[in-house]
């Protein structure tokens, strides 16, 4: 039998933690590593307990997700960091993403879509939820231009994807995980509003989205 998956909960609402944690506790294959009030907490948590995974608040005091979730992708990349929050607006759902998280789910999912997510986090594999992913395809109506709402980040990304990288290689070449490559390229996809790889090379080229 493998070792079940660690998990440190992160939410400054003690209500949230109390059902997080009767949550893990029917769920064999998960195991809670510990819990933290806000940010500063979580990054403390990781330097002494190095969990698998963290369900991850982004509206907290002290210290905010996001920027915990930067600090903790930079000292301990394996550590895989799930956005789990009430909010879905764009600039927060990017911020997260750039940050370094993995995935991004509504409080109000369900928990069978949440343990499915720890275990797709686990595995190196992203999860946004519908929402999140809405969100960062703005309406047609609002865009200058295609792919005018692409990050920085995902500009250098689909570049490296014109120039025939896979995710390692690029992953490589900007010094950031396997895993956060994939979320920026489900990110690119999304906002091309293209279905694969190949879609998306072929649409930078012909409408020049890249040097």
């Known amino acids: 039998m493998t070792d079940p998956i660690r998990v ?35 990054i403390d948590c990781c330097g002494q307990i190095k969990p698998d995974v963290i369900l991850m608040d982004l509206v907290m005091p002290e210290l905010g ?57 686990y595995g190196g594999q992203p999860t946004l939820a519908p929402e999140a992913i809405q969100a960062l395809v703005q309406p047609v109506s609002e865009a200058t231009t295609l792919g005018a709402d692409l990050t920085r980040r995902e500009q250098e990304v689909l570049s490296l994807l014109v120039k ?5 290689e690029i992953a490589e070449r900007l010094i950031i995980s396997r895993a956060t490559v994939k979320v920026h ?19 930078a080229l012909r409408d020049k989205l890249v040097r």
Do not use: C
């Open 164 to 168: 025939g990288m896979s995710n390692p």
């Open 65 to 121: 997700g996001v920027a915990a979730t930067r600090t903790i992708h930079q000292r301990w990349p394996n550590i895989r960091v799930i956005a789990l929050t009430s909010f879905q607006e764009k600039e927060l759902v990017q911020d997260a993403l750039q940050a370094g998280a993995i995935g991004y789910l509504l409080k109000n999912v369900s928990g069978d879509e949440l343990a499915a997510a720890i275990r797709k986090a």
């Open 185 to 203: 390229v489900s990110s690119i996809l999304s906002k091309l509003g293209v279905a694969n790889r190949a879609e998306a090379i072929s649409l």
């Open 8 to 42: 440190l909960i992160v939410d400054d609402h003690t209500m949230v933690r109390n059902g997080l944690i009767s949550f893990l506790k029917n769920r064999p294959e998960i195991e809670l590593a510990g819990e933290a009030r806000d940010g500063r907490e979580a």
